[in-house]
């Protein structure tokens, strides 16, 4: 309801700024949520449009290694499968792109930051799909730690960030379970076929560790992050969780993880870990992993070659008023 | 057709452009000219409709079906409403107070405000 009478924040004043910001605070403070019409501060609109941004790439790039394998499943239930999987992928970057909408972002101009490389996804899409065991590995390590980093997420002071992630953690369930099972379909398998289940594991488990981002002492602007409740744990504290989740699950398995240092450590019953390759994550991060290219280019086609049948819907909508169907579809008549 | 009568403008689609199939000559559409949509869903019978999130979607009609395959791939409704996002009218959070504390000092609008005897049944 516009009430034009009722005095609003107005100007720039310092007076004014500071107001606003000691409401903002507060809200954080008490664990409200911040929603899209109230005021913030720059920096958290621009942290929140970068980090939701890059999680929406991330889910639209992630179709690809995986979406590489769909014609070649070796059933029509695991097609199937593997279909409604890289479905709810788009599905989780369409939430998100809506998510970063409500912050002022436009998502063609997101997707276009994508491609002309400008904004980020996430590290562990630049790795191929080389064999189908590969799609297994991808639902238990990978969806695992994803599932790792965003259940956090389901609090973060951003309203529509929160909810988005809300719908993603419960559908990542599915992305995780039905990678395990496919798993463990193999490990009853042949030899051949355990074997393949254990070269996927040996190329996807550092990548995956690499997934919770760098560590603790090298990653500046997380304090802040914390600080606005748009980070809810360090990277070291979920990687932590993830290694400790998922070692009695490889056991289960019967798959060992690459890491000769691997073991319990008796004082805090946590696993100990071996170092990560950092200068591989920087490596790959910053473009130079073994399918940067492939998998913007596919993106850069997608939008390109299918720019036709947003004209044509577009010029569909126009010739019929752009209003079609609107009697058909009032509330009132949708029972 | 000839080479001559398609465009790959935007991209490696080629569109045809010939006399026989008008085409609009402006830059390429975007989604970006596509209205912004807020979808309703209703989980079931009985319950009222509830904000999902938003789609982008060129008409009315591809947004319902663009809103079910977004929002309910897992049975999550029995109903959608799709309404643009530039036909909604929103209160503003800059007039909470004024917009609501009118209910907040009518304690007497509730039931508790009433001091009954713990004796009178059914009350």
Redesign the interface.
Known sequence: ???PT?E??GGDSPVDTAALQEHFDATIAAEHRI?P???MPEGYRKTLIRQIAQHAHSEIIGMQPEGDWLLAAPSLRRKAILL?KV??EA?HG??LY??A??LGA????LTDKLIERKQKYSSIFNYPTLTYADVGVIGWLVDGAAICNQVPLCRSSYG?YA??MI?ICK?ESFHQRQGYELLMTMMRGTAEQRAMVQDAVDRWWWPSLMMFGPPDDDSPNSAQSMAWGIKRHSNDELRQRYVDMSVPQAEFLGVTLPDPELRVDPETGHHRFGTIDWEEFKRVISGQGPANDERIARRR?A??????V??A?????RK?G?????AE?A?ES?? | MSSTDVTSEGGHGAVPTGPEVPVETKPAASRRDWPLYEVFVRGKRGINHVHVGSLHAPDDEMAVHAARDLYTRRNEGVSVWVVKAAHITASSPDEKDPMFAPSGDKVYRHPTFYEIPEDVPHM
Request: net charge negative; no cysteine; proline share 6%.
């Open positions: 309801m516009s009430a009722l609003r924040p929603e019409r109230d005021w409604a479905q709810d599905g369409m939430y809506s998510a909408e409500t436009d998502r063609a101009d529509p909810r988005a719908r559908e086609a939008r390109d070659d299918n720019a036709w947003i004209e819907a577009t010029a569909y909508a019929h752009g209003g079609r169907a609107t579809l509330p949708a029972a």
